[in-house]
């Protein structure tokens, strides 16, 4: 480790623009006309509740290659050149230049996104120490802070068959090596938290597969990582990310539940909490609100990648998330327990058309805003009430009598009957009660209308 001098970003790579909130009608393509990082609500300001993340891999080191065209669509300027090392100062030049010019006050990374793999683990350790020690004098010039690091255990060849779960010790010997270097990374430059995305930490075809086995490797690996974090003095949370499949057809992080049982059942759950994907969850089935609000009420939401997917295809498409509505629904459970131990970070990225450097700019301001408004609408619903009192009202009869028994668990089935075939001698009749969804689809909509209309 190697204390440099402080450093500001050259501002080669992005146009000459500083994003600021320019009022609730500006037309300035590149202003926020919703994001006022000083802005308070219910005792917190702006930035401090979306804590937002910009993401290195899709922002700087994505290519807008797909499985149809693996070829470089970008050609980023910072990413031309032979010398590998030169192009990861460039990038992350690039990378300073865009958090400042953004006004995003954190960033987040996988070890080998800021740095190239070396030859050996003693290369690949120095490479990326020389890039932390540069990430760390850019953060004390600019301010900017880190979220979350995290190693890359999927990209590699080796990598194939799990890093954690691999059937071959060799292979688990490399990813402790690479993961134990990230904490290391993370602990340098502050990091509120290290995530594990188990990007092939699953399986193909159970007739090759012990399961059982590699469960537990996952869970031998993630203790590891957490007595390693600890004894080096790591502050901060371990995020799972829950994700069902894509690379493995079966990932053993399926989704939030499957995650937190998983931590359970490795006695995980104090140092733990799950980093939740919007793609990531309607990928198995659900809606983001589903997971985020799982993870809530077992007291394990602590970070979020703040993405969408596209509704018409079945793959992680990781595009920006632009609906405010859709935000509020998931930054209320955040406001509800007083914020994140992370942040929001936009694990997206534009489009492969969307080929100019502007596009960059375009895309987080619009999802900048909506997390912003979405805010907004939260802090709307739950001082009005909009959901919650309907709410206390649909449960009311699990408040008083059989129904407060029940929850207590303080009766049982035989009391029950008894109590149903009561209700019955006595002619009460069972009255269905409608769950007046569209009323509330209404009502969501219309807060949306107050706060833009009270916005003046
Ligand atoms: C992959 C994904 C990852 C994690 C970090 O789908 O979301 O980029 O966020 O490894
Ligand atoms: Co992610």
Redesign the pocket.
């Known amino acids: 480790m190697v204390k440099l001098a402080a450093r500001e970003p050259t501002n080669t790579y992005f146009r000459d623009v500083m994003v600021k909130f320019d009022g609730h009608d500006s037309k300035d393509p590149f202003a926020y006309k919703w994001y006022q990082p000083n802005k308070k609500i219910q005792g917190k300001t702006m930035a401090e509740w979306l804590s937002m993340a910009v ?1 290195y ?2 922002t700087f080191k994505g290519s807008g290659a797909d499985p149809f065209g693996p070829i470089d669509v970008y050609n980023r300027p910072w990413g031309q050149g032979d010398d590998p090392m030169k192009v990861a100062e460039n990038t992350m030049d690039a990378a300073f230049e865009l958090f400042t010019k953004l006004g995003v006050d954190y960033w ?1 990374f ?1 070890d080998r996104d800021i740095a190239p793999e070396g030859d050996t683990v003693k290369q690949s350790k120095f490479n990326l120490q020389k890039m932390v020690d540069l990430a760390d004098a850019y953060q004390r010039g600019t301010g900017k802070k880190n979220l979350w690091g ?1 190693a ?1 255990l ?1 990209s590699h060849p080796r990598y194939t068959h799990g890093a954690a779960t691999n059937p071959d010790t060799a292979v688990i010997g490399y990813a402790a090596c690479q993961v134990k270097a990230a904490i290391d990374a993370t602990i340098q430059l502050g990091g509120r938290g290290y ?3 188990g ?1 092939r930490e699953g399986y193909e075809a159970l007739i090759n597969t012990d399961m059982k086995k590699e469960r537990e490797q996952l869970g031998a690996f993630l203790t590891m990582a957490r007595d390693y974090g600890r004894s080096q003095g790591f502050k901060g949370k371990f995020y799972i ?1 829950p ?1 069902p499949r ?1 690379p493995s057809s079966h990932q053993y992080d399926y989704d939030a539940a499957t995650c937190l049982a998983f931590l359970k059942e490795f006695g995980l759950e104090d140092d733990f909490e799950l ?1 939740l ?1 919007n ?2 969850a309607t990928l198995a089935g659900h809606t983001f609100q589903h997971d985020v609000v799982t993870a809530a009420n077992a007291g394990k939401l602590g970070s979020m ?1 703040i993405n969408r997917g596209d509704p018409t295809c079945g793959w ?1 498409t ?1 595009q920006f998330l632009t609906d405010p509505i859709e935000a509020a629904l998931v930054l209320m459970p955040v406001m509800q327990q007083g914020g994140l131990s992370g942040g929001c ?1 936009f ?1 997206a990225k534009v489009r492969r058309g969307s080929t100019d450097l502007d596009d960059i700019f375009h895309a987080h301001i619009g999802s900048v805003d909506a997390l912003a408004k979405g805010l907004l609408i939260a802090d709307y619903l739950i001082r009005e009430g909009t959901l919650s009192k309907p709410l206390v009202d649909r449960y009311a009869s699990s408040q008083t009598g059989m129904g407060k028994k029940i929850a207590e668990g303080t009766t049982n089935f035989k009391d029950i009957e008894k109590w149903v075939m009561r209700r019955e001698n006595g002619g009460k009749v069972l009255t269905l009660r409608s769950g007046r969804q569209e009323l509330l689809e209404n009502k969501l909509r219309e807060a949306y209308d107050a706060v833009i209309r009270n916005a003046g």
């Open positions: 993401c891999w899709h987040c996988h995290t890359n999927f995530v594990f995305w990007g990310e994700k894509e980093n994907e793609n990531h990648d992680d990781d970070n694990d």
